[in-house]
């Protein structure tokens, strides 16, 4: 018997020890040590978590909302290869994100990983904001050519890209370091942590439309060196506040288990060593089992596994391309538009993005109450549908949406043909800019890949929209989401689901 009257294990057998109960199994401090559950990891943790995933949102579509509107303006691009320097750099932002969490599984840990990608972040938007001040001779380039490079354009394009790997260090490590915050052997921490989804995805659409209202207003009214510069600042202190919480966050324990990446490449680069089927890497090609490089069971499963995902991830390619109109293509159309409320405020072009994200905010608790408890009650799945049937779902929305944004481009030429506006390229199209609300909202569940240089059409996407024909290209988009979408069913016909919750 302990002097506070607590027992020990050794004291009564079988019974657990209050103290003992109290630590977080496979979780230590940031020196090491076991922690307490009373004090550390959960909401008191995740707080300072949410606080630097809302400020990167808030950051990242700050830039990339309205990085089109700058391309054609300050630096003088045309309108196509703006659009394929966006589209590009997208691109790239979506890739990183898959060496961040290598990096950060392998080598750094995700914590020290937030650090360095947001410190580095933090320098980006810097340097971005320390371009614009820098005099340039770029005009706009009517005639289709670009201006060349100067000195504002190299640096603009540096810190453009360290925003991409300060992000691809981000994006993948800040959502999993806050799930880590909760045991999920504990039932009351493990209910906190399905809310801590729920409002970290809240969180990071409320940072994404701030960030898309506010900064396309301060750039396209104010100056682009200051609607760069308040999101530098908001990392700071962003950085600042994660790092006082560093006390009270839970780390994983180091094992010597191999991280998934290894595990994986290991079984493919011992299959092409020895130009053998998956299979076959579970002997040894002398045909024992005491090879060191022999692969387990498991392993060579995880690799199957992930061969099958191919498939789905190729036809999930032409939601990208929907996904990336969002910000290139919708800003241009409607910085032709009537974008006029009451007689003296103008609504930003880029502005109109932040519906995609307010759609996302309505219809996540409409999802929950209404159909997932419905679609549950059907199906017997405990999320309603399976994954592959949400995915499914929303790529024949993105077919829709083209169409619909096909649609309303035709009626946006009309018009301008209509009032003799064809040839005048800053001529105010008499057509209001929610015309484009509902391509946006169909546009909301988000974007997977984009590929690069789909908007090299110089004959359908000119600098003079009205002279181009951005429907017939929102035509072709659908088509090719359509040819994706009939893969995609034959893949996922083919899938079979690991247990049953079709997650």
Known sequence: MNMDGTSTSSDCPGI?????????????????????????????????????????????????????????????????????????????????????????????????????????????????????????????????????????????????????????????????????????????????KSSFFNWWFFGLCSGTTIGIFVLSYVQDNISWGLGFGIPCVIMGFALVIFLFGTMTYRFGEKTQEKNSFRRISHVFVTAARNWRFLNKVLVSPDGSNEDVTVCSADEVEEAKAVLRLIPIWVSCLAYGIVFSQTSTLYTKQGATMDRSMGSTFEIPPATQQSFINLSVIILIPISDMVIVPLTRAITNIPSGITMLQRIGTGLFISIVSMVVAAIVETKRLNIARKYGLLDDPNAMIPMKIWWLLPQCLLAGAGGVFTIIGGNDQDGWISDNLNQGHVDYFYYLVAGISAGAFVIFIYAAKSYVYKGESGM
């Open 16 to 192: 657990e020890s209050p103290l003992l109960n109290n630590f977080v199994g496979g979780a230590v401090d940031y020196k090491g040590r076991p922690v307490l559950r009373s004090k550390s990891g959960s909401w008191r943790s995740a707080y300072f978590i949410c606080g630097v995933g809302l400020a990167e949102r808030f950051a990242y579509n700050g830039v990339s909302s309205n990085l089109i509107t700058y391309l054609t303006g300050p630096l003088g691009q045309s309108t196509a290869k703006a659009a394929e320097i966006v589209n590009a750099w997208s691109g790239t932002t979506l890739l990183l994100p898959l060496v961040g969490a290598f990096i950060a599984d392998a080598f750094l840990g995700r914590y020290l990983t937030i650090i360095i990608a947001s410190l580095l972040y933090v320098l980006a938007l810097a340097l971005l904001a320390f371009s614009t001040l820098i005099p340039s001779d770029c005009t706009s380039a009517i005639d289709g050519s670009s201006c060349s490079p100067q000195l504002q354009v190299i640096i603009f394009f540096i810190s453009l890209y360290l925003v991409a790997f300060a992000q691809g260090g981000q994006k993948p490590c800040v959502e999993a370091f806050g799930a880590d915050q909760y045991d999920v052997d504990d039932p009351e921490e493990l209910k906190s």
